[in-house]
């Protein structure tokens, strides 16, 4: 099972959690952790899965889990408390959009990418974000 860890820096101490239950899962990037939300994003590409981790307190609990199967790395928007990440489905290489503090799709937008791959998203300036995969390049913009 794949294992979050944190490592305390003041003391070597370890705290995990599995916030999946698939055995055999993978994961291509890192986890995020969103400082200003307490909060590290983490995800499975293998089996499936995204998900909220609170980092608040001493124990890591997960907040929220999101059905989604992203190969890509996530690209966070603090001020709005937004997350946008890749979500591949039968064929189709999909953009979601996804509040932080509660775990809700808010948007889903699909590339037009028949293949998913680790490529990167950059920001925009107004809410939007740049996606480049092996055979598709777009834009995406959403609305609160």
């Known amino acids: ?4 860890l944190r490592i305390s820096l003041s003391d070597g101490a370890v705290t995990e959690i599995a916030p999946f239950g698939d055995v055999g899962g993978g994961i291509i990037a890192p986890p995020v952790h969103v400082a200003e939300l307490n909060l590290c994003i983490a995800w499975d590409s ?5 998900a909220g981790i609170s980092t608040q307190g001493d124990e890591l609990e997960v907040a929220w ?7 890509m790395q996530p690209v966070v928007f ?16 999909q953009l979601i959009v996804v509040d932080m503090h509660s775990g809700d799709v808010v948007s889903r937008v ?3 990418a028949r293949v998913a791959n680790g490529m990167f998203l950059t920001p925009g300036l107004d809410r939007d974000i740049y996606y480049c995969s092996t055979f598709a390049i777009c834009r995406v913009q959403w609305q609160s």
Do not use: C, Y
């Open 1 to 4: 099972r794949q294992r979050l």
């Open 46 to 50: 293998i089996n499936g899965g995204l």
């Open 65 to 71: 889990h999101v059905d989604a199967r992203p190969s």
């Open 78 to 93: 603090p001020d709005s408390g937004e997350l946008v990440i890749n979500d591949f489905r039968d064929g189709d290489d």
């Open 110 to 112: 699909s590339t037009g």
